[in-house]
């Protein structure tokens, strides 16, 4: 007789147990599929690369470790195991002792401490590189102000305020300079660069050559408050002529604005139509489609008479609901500095910090009640009636 005792069912338990153990083998490899928009593992700057680099050192030292470690274990197990003498008496052998071994002492002694030097001298030679202030006399200074909950990007080079997208431009390095206006926060772009604290009255930086174009995600990483999940970023990386342009752009007036100046009035450019014509449709009741063709058959004219309305009636929204009390618009009197620099937002492909796609729906529903797309959002509800939201949103969007 075995001397183990048949338990009823136990085979059937061991067969669940595999099962459900191979099912979440199975999960928790499908976690490593991918894509990963945020992965420091694909890094596009030189910082990127060498926090990287230092990374997989590092792994390869710990799986070697592993692998000797796990290995002497195996070995112990399975060569040392307890073993019966015969199967009639039972008897066990008694396994033979090693009372020590001068050799292996030492070996399992200065191993370690060899395996930490050669961690500890790339982990602080990294560390002390990375950390320094940028030799660049050429880079790019951008300064950075955390806000519950949007990011503020300041271009003192070319006088250019903008918010939650940074544009750099590829192979020049970049330094930005981190503070915050309220709470600690933390500024992470994993592809980019590692992460460094935002904190209110002390300024850190970070610097780095982005070597890749594209466009990098990148977020808050120090819980800071209700929203914190919802306080995102976009670093732009473009090539130096596209950079160029983008400053250019972004250092004059919307192109709205300035035929408006020019003309001493609200004339709207041509390519705006198709814009005028979508919040024009928004706007009308059911049955209204004969007024739209007509309107539509009255040629470009009519249709920029309809966008000069929506945008001089938008910019009126504007100064009368308190908006410039906290956001600033180049060529207009809005000139306030507690919300995000609304000059160019139309061009942005985000809106409320990274968490909407900038459409007139998205925006429309962001002006209608902020705090119920981010929760303790300090933009209040404006209590604006269906037609002042589609107007205020039509106006905000062309301002490319």
């Known amino acids: 007789m075995n001397d183990a005792t048949y338990v009823p069912g136990a085979a059937r338990r061991r067969r669940v147990g595999a099962v459900a153990l191979a ?79 001068t050799l292996l002492e030492l070996a399992w002694t200065l191993a370690p401490a060899l395996v930490l030097v050669f961690i500890a001298v790339p982990t602080m030679t990294t560390i002390w590189d990375v950390d320094r202030l940028t030799t660049d006399p050429d880079a790019l200074t951008i300064e950075v102000i955390g806000h519950q909950w949007w990011w503020e990007f300041r271009y003192p080079d070319y006088d250019l305020i903008t918010a939650n997208e940074a544009y750099i431009p590829e192979g020049r390095t970049v330094e930005f300079l981190l503070t915050s206006a309220d709470v600690i926060h933390s500024f992470w772009v994993p592809r980019l660069a590692g992460k460094r604290d935002v904190m209110p009255g002390h300024e850190t930086h970070l610097w780095f050559t982005a ?45 709205v604005l300035q035929a408006a100046a020019e003309a001493d009035t609200i004339e709207a450019p041509q390519t ?43 910019q009126q929204l504007l100064m009368t609901k308190g908006c410039i009390a906290c956001h600033r618009i180049q060529g207009t009197p809005a000139a306030g500095v507690l919300g995000p620099d609304l000059s160019h937002v139309g061009s ?53």
């Open 272 to 314: 705006r139509t198709e814009l005028a014509r979508e919040v024009v449709a928004d706007q009308e009741e059911p049955g209204g489609a004969a007024e739209a063709e007509a309107e539509e058959a009255a040629g470009p004219a009519a249709q920029d008479t309809d966008l000069a309305t929506i945008i001089e009636e938008g």
């Open 23 to 101: 099912l979440s083998a199975l999960v928790l490899v499908s976690a490593c599929g991918g894509p990963f928009p945020q992965s420091a593992m694909d890094p596009a700057s030189d910082m990127a690369t060498r926090l990287q680099d230092l990374f997989a050192g590092i792994l390869w030292w710990a799986i070697g470790v592993f692998v000797i470690v796990e290995g002497a274990l195996l070995v112990g197990i399975f060569k040392y195991r307890d073993r019966r003498v015969g199967p009639a008496d039972g008897e066990r052998a008694e396994p033979r002792h090693m009372h020590g071994n």
């Open 211 to 255: 070597d890749s174009v594209g466009r990098f995600t990148g977020q808050c990483a120090e819980f800071c408050g209700l929203s914190h999940a919802l306080m995102k970023l976009e670093v732009v990386v473009a090539t130096p002529e596209d950079f160029a342009a983008w400053v250019e752009a972004q250092t004059q007036p919307s192109p």
């Open 348 to 400: 942005r492909r985000t809106i409320a910090a990274g968490i909407l796609e900038n459409t007139t729906e998205n925006m429309i529903r962001w002006l209608r009640d902020p705090g119920e797309v981010k929760p303790g959002a300090l933009m209040p509800a404006l209590q604006l009636s269906e037609e002042e939201l589609r107007t205020l949103a039509a106006y905000l969007r062309s301002l490319e």
